[in-house]
């Protein structure tokens, strides 16, 4: 469990399997989030299934992307992962950033910075990514003002993703 008082410094962010418990968990958790916003209700296990296996994640893994997940520094005991963001090729120079996901407990916390630290700083120096987009929903009014905090402009639809409404783009050199 965490507290208000823990700060960035106080997280580990490392990649996860994508195919594993821990990134499962953390994707059922997103999905969730997102279908109970979308349609403004609660969701079910059986919708939540049907978006992940509608949205697939099997490609955040080397050499076409990365899963990342963030967790407590320290004893093992607290390490239990609270966040996670994905990134995806999309050219030689371009990736994606994706899957981004902080848990109610970590929030306030600077977890999402970090995370989005991390994600930029694999992106740009193994994958040798000189831009990351990202997509996002007009209903995810907190996504879209962290993304602007940290230097991500609005840009031109680039991608065909039924679900998006914005998007964003960071220049990383």
């Not at 299934?49 to 099997?58: H, I």
């Not at 390490?79 to 963001?85: D, E, F, I, K, Y």
């Not at 831009?131 to 991500?152: C, F, N």
């Amino acid at each position: 469990m965490t507290t208000n008082n823990t700060h960035a410094t106080d997280w580990a962010v490392a990649p996860v399997p994508i195919t594993g418990p821990e990134a499962a968990t953390l994707l059922r958790r997103y999905y969730t989030e997102l279908v109970s916003r979308f349609y403004g209700r609660p969701t079910d296990d059986a919708e939540v299934s049907a978006v992940l296996a509608e949205e697939p994640s099997d490609d955040l893994v080397p050499p076409t992307g990365e899963f990342l997940a963030v967790r407590l520094a320290g004893a093992p005991a607290r390490g239990v992962p609270v966040g996670c963001v994905g990134l995806r090729v999309l050219d030689a120079h371009t990736m994606e950033l994706t899957r981004m996901y902080v848990g109610p407990e970590a929030r306030g916390q600077g977890v999402a910075g970090l995370l989005i630290g991390a994600a930029e700083t694999l992106a740009r120096d193994t994958f040798h990514a000189d831009t990351i987009r990202l997509d996002t929903r007009e209903d995810l009014v907190e996504a879209r003002a962290l993304y602007a905090k940290h230097g991500y402009r609005e840009i031109a639809r680039y991608n065909t993703s039924p679900y998006a409404d914005h998007w964003f783009e960071k220049r990383l050199r």
